[in-house]
């Protein structure tokens, strides 16, 4: 029964489902909005993700929770009665929800959790600098100072803030995977069974249209799957993390990653939690001080910088174009058409994506936001892609990392070039373009790869627009020494956004 006084209900939306967003013992209400599936073509294991973990989650609390099915937030707000507490939301548009209802009725709002930063200590550290650039290194270094994660006193463990030169490593040749431990998997229940019967009812029913593939449930949807995922991983995987943390093995979608970013980004996982046991991990002598660097470095550095970044900047800041990339989205690409494709490492990033809902950062990076770039694809386009075919995309998240890190659509607020890169680097950290149909070398010709020919097609491009930035001088001086700069924009002007 909805509460009528007494303590407030904690309102608590889907990606604020942990133990450090339910806190007090109070009621809880969770809703679960099938208009937000109808709005949007979400991947298939994404929808089920999240409402597996809803549902989890309202078992786990029992009475205390009341779970309202309903078409949209205000109609199940309608039905409970006395007062509300929300905790932050994690996206402009909820935000500006809360406050409405907040207009309309009384709602008290709790600061954000589920980063080790918090918004006061971010701002504070922002307004400290005044005009300087807002470097994630440097946001980093005095996360782990204040926390003392991964320090002994005033310095760094293993006396080095940044392990990267050691952590860069190519793919091992000759391997077709890494030879780490397979990660730890949930077991379904009768929960995702019914999960699963809903949403093909759901899409029988024409309500809703789903991306990609349905398959096993690959991430925890529950505080306790998401313990034993990241104990899992730090005893067995972390210590692989560092050195490929940026290859690809086309044999191993899942490399030495963790896999926490779906269960920390529905607030599952707090992690504060996860930095500790990683820090304890490291202490205990069992992983290298490169990997637990590397991983902290992920998750208290680019995480949190990244979820303050989204608050910090402008509203406006998603709609950045800078570079004014005005093609649309293809079809092929943005239905997870593997098959359109003879490009082997477009073609297995898609496929993998199609049947995961999740490949790992580097084939984000460089295969599909660098062939996105190339190709002068709309940024905002691709960031509602992005949110819509990830199994952990959510607004936060993905506007500064398509925007900003990915596109450089920003101009280089976030990163100080734009991640472009052509075949032969491909070839470097992949193993793809061994078995491909294409020559990471070539740029003009029937054998020309894409990659290699899409990257000089939007140095062309964009030469004006990048003039200033220095990092990019020597790549743009090399396109006045290529002879067949012509016939190749010829080229890529022809192919396009069609499949390669
Ligand atoms: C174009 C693009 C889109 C991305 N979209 C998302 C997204 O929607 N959701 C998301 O959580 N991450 C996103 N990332 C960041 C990163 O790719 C994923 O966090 C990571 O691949 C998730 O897998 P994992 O948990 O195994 O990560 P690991 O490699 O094990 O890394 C550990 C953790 O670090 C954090 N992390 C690392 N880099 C970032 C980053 N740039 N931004 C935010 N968190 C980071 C994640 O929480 C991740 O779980 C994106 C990156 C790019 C380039
Ligand atoms: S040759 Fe080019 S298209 Fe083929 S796998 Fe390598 S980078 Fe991708």
Not at 113 to 140: C, H, I, K, N
Not at 167 to 187: A, D, I, K, S
Not at 323 to 337: H, K, M, S, T, V
């Amino acid at each position: 029964m909805p509460p009528t006084a007494g303590p407030p209900t904690r309102w608590a939306f889907g990606d604020q489902l942990g133990p450090h967003f339910l806190d007090d013992d109070g009621p809880v209400l969770l809703v679960e909005s099938r208009r937000v599936f109808a709005r949007r073509v979400f991947h298939r294991q994404k929808a089920h993700l999240v409402l597996s973990a809803m549902r989890h989650r309202a078992a786990e609390l029992g009475d205390r929770c009341r779970y309202m099915r309903t078409g949209t937030y205000r109609e199940a707000l309608a039905e409970v009665e006395g007062p509300l507490q929300v905790v932050h939301p994690t996206s402009r548009a909820a935000v500006r929800l809360v406050m409405e209802i907040a207009g309309e009725r009384g709602v008290e709002r709790l600061p954000a959790r589920g980063y080790v930063t918090s918004q006061q200590d971010f701002a504070a550290w922002a307004q400290g600098r005044g005009p300087q650039r807002l470097l994630m290194e440097d946001f980093y270094r005095g996360a782990r100072r204040r926390t003392g994660i991964l320090m002994d006193g005033a310095d760094p463990a293993g006396g080095r803030w940044n392990f990267d030169a050691d952590n860069r490593e190519p793919p091992p040749r000759g391997r077709r995977t890494l030879g780490v431990p397979e990660p730890w998997w949930p077991q379904e229940d009768e929960i995702d069974e019914q999960v699963r019967a809903d949403l093909d009812q759901w899409e029988r029913d024409g309500d809703v249209r789903f991306l990609g593939h349905d398959g096993p449930r690959r991430f925890a949807a529950t505080h306790d799957e998401a313990r034993s995922a990241l104990e899992h991983f730090v005893e067995h995987r972390l210590d692989a993390f560092g050195p490929h943390e940026d290859a690809v093995l086309a044999g191993d979608p899942w490399m030495a990653h963790s896999l926490l970013s779906a269960p920390m980004n529905l607030g599952l996982l707090d992690p504060v939690e996860v930095v500790e046991k990683v820090e304890e991990a490291y202490r205990t002598g069992e992983v290298s001080v490169a990997s637990a660097e590397g991983f902290v470095r992920q998750v208290m550095g680019w995480r949190d910088y990244v979820w303050h970044l989204y608050w910090h900047l402008p509203e406006t800041y998603r709609e950045d174009n800078r570079l004014n990339a005005r093609r649309r989205l293809p079809d092929w690409f943005a239905q997870l058409d593997a098959d359109a494709t003879e490009a082997a490492c477009l073609r297995h990033t898609l496929g993998e994506l199609r049947d995961h809902g999740w490949v790992h950062h580097i084939p984000r990076l460089m295969i599909l936001g660098n062939y996105a770039a190339q190709r002068g694809w709309r940024p905002d386009e691709l960031t509602s892609w992005f949110h819509r075919a990830f199994v952990d995309g959510y607004d936060w998240v993905m506007v500064p990392n398509v925007v900003g890190m990915s596109q450089h659509a920003d101009g280089g607020v976030m990163a100080t070039k734009p991640y472009v890169s052509g075949g032969a680097y491909i070839n470097k950290m992949t193993d793809h373009c061994g078995g491909c149909r294409f020559d990471p070398t070539v740029r003009v010709g029937d054998d020309a790869c894409p990659f290699t020919a899409g990257y000089w097609w939007y140095l062309d491009r964009n030469r004006e627009r990048l003039d200033g930035n220095q990092r990019m001088g020597r790549s743009l001086g090399g396109l006045d020494r290529l002879r067949d700069l012509a016939a190749l924009v010829a080229q890529e002007d022809r192919r396009g956004s069609d499949p390669p």
